[in-house]
């Protein structure tokens, strides 16, 4: 199975609700991501979500995962043109470690 191609966005959320994560492509989307608790009611036992999941960090590394990908994809080709580094040809197996986990290969 390949991924939903990109760009994707953040879709609008409500502060405490979660957020979904959509393909401009295929106009659908592709991921919901809930809310993150900041904290626990110590009364009621129930999350306490500070921040709006809409900016949270991992939201945006999420919606940025297609275009992750195809630098990495890109960058494999500059890295197979000289390998006569050692750090190079270890970056080259680590993205394509990484690249190969993403296409449902092996890691």
């Known amino acids: ?26 106009r659908r989307s592709v991921a919901w991501v809930a809310p993150w608790p900041s904290a626990i009611d110590e009364e009621t036992g129930r999350a306490i979500v500070a921040e709006d999941t809409h900016e949270h960090p991992d939201m945006r590394l999420i919606a940025a995962a297609p275009e992750l990908y195809a630098a990495l994809r890109e960058m494999t080709f500059y890295f197979s043109a000289d390998l006569s580094s050692p750090l190079a040809a270890e970056m080259r ?6 690249l190969s986990r993403v296409d449902g290969g092996a890691a």
């Open 1 to 26: 199975m390949r991924y939903t191609k990109g760009p994707w966005v953040i879709g609008s959320s409500v502060e405490g609700e979660g957020a979904h994560i959509f393909s401009e492509t295929a």
């Open 93 to 98: 197996g680590r993205v394509l470690a990484a």
